[in-house]
Nanobody, 123 residues
Framework: QVLLVESGGGLVQAGGSLRLSCTASGRTFSNYVMGWFRQAPGKERAFVAAINWNGGRTYYLDSVKGRFTISRDNAKNTVYLQMNSLRPEDTAVYYC????????????????WGKGTLVTVSL
């Protein structure tokens, strides 16, 4: 089965940076789309960014464009989310996900999820 493990979360001051990583196992990583989602306290889980199978296309939530960058290293089975100029409203649990598709959005939705990593941005 597909296993996704996130890392890199933590506490950072507003304006700071963090890089999240998600390492995948269980199938050929390079064939599939990868995405990052987040769930803030009291809110539903929401899309943040996605990257297609070969890294040629990326997609972002409007509020993170220009601040966050998604990338992938298929040789390392890892997808990254570089987060700069962090704001308190970015505070959330961040989840890595994948689907049975090469591009985003996948017709059947994201199928496999990690357990999440907490990002807390203080004033």
């Amino acid at each position: 089965q597909v296993l996704l493990v996130e890392s890199g979360g933590g506490l950072v001051q507003a304006g700071g940076s963090l890089r999240l990583s998600c390492t995948a196992s269980g199938r050929t990583f390079s064939n599939y789309v990868m995405g990052w989602f987040r769930q803030a306290p009291g809110k539903e889980r929401a899309f943040v960014a996605a990257i297609n199978w070969n890294g040629g296309r990326t997609y972002y939530l409007d509020s993170v464009k220009g601040r966050f960058t998604i990338s992938r290293d298929n040789a390392k089975n890892t997808v990254y989310l570089q987060m700069n100029s962090l704001r308190p409203e970015d505070t959330a649990v961040y989840y890595c996900a994948t689907a049975d598709s090469r591009d985003y959005p996948p017709p059947g939705g994201m199928k496999n999820w990690g357990k999440g990593t907490l990002v807390t941005v203080s004033l």
